[in-house]
Every structure is written in C-alpha cells, then in structure tokens.
C-alpha cells in the first residue's frame, strides 16, 4: 500500500514538474489576432501577456473606433491564447495523474 502511495506521489511530483516546464514554455509561443481589414493587430502569449499591439494610422483619428477596435481586438486574443493554454497544460495534467477510481472523469 505504501508503495502505491509513494510512487502516486513520485508521479505527482513529476507532473508538477513537467506543468511548470510546459508554463515556460507557453511564454515562448505567441499568438497573433487581429481585428477585421487588420487595423489593430496583437501579438499575446500562450500565457496570455501582451506582447505587442500595432493599430493603423487610420484609426487614430477616432479615439471611439480605436477604443472598439481594441476592446474587441485584445478579448479575441485573450481567448485565443487561453484556449491554447488549457489545452496545453490539461494535456500534461491528465497524463501525470494517477489512475484514481472515479477521478478520470473529471478529465473529460
């Protein structure tokens, strides 16, 4: 029993491990969105930080369009780049778990 027990813990430790490696590497992936005739574009990591954000000449004039623009622009983003995130680390946390009676389904 306390064999099973240390080696589910070993095997936590790992996935913790390899969850935080994954959060490293998910910095290094960045992700672009823009918004419709590409006058807002921006460029966030996978661990949703902004990067950069490039807005058209065009739009400066309108402080109102710029602000829309934006908002929209920057929530895309942020979903685009969450979507990634959770798949990312959902797939090292659901790899490194113990085989758990009734656990697996929360997985799903």
Do not use: W, Y
Request: without cysteine; negative net charge.
């Amino acid at each position: 029993m306390f064999g099973d027990m240390m080696g589910m813990m070993g095997k936590l430790k790992e996935t913790q491990q390899k969850v935080e490696a994954t959060k490293k590497r998910l910095d290094t992936v960045t992700l672009e969105e823009s918004s419709s005739e590409d006058l807002v574009k921006v460029v966030i990591t996978a661990n949703r930080e902004i990067k950069q954000i490039i807005i058209d000449d065009s739009l400066l004039e309108d402080k109102e369009q710029l602000e829309d623009f934006l908002i929209m622009t920057v929530n895309k983003a942020i979903a685009k780049a969450t979507q990634v995130n959770e798949a990312e680390l959902g797939a090292v946390a659901k790899e490194g778990m113990p085989n758990i009676p009734g656990m697996d389904s929360l997985f799903k």
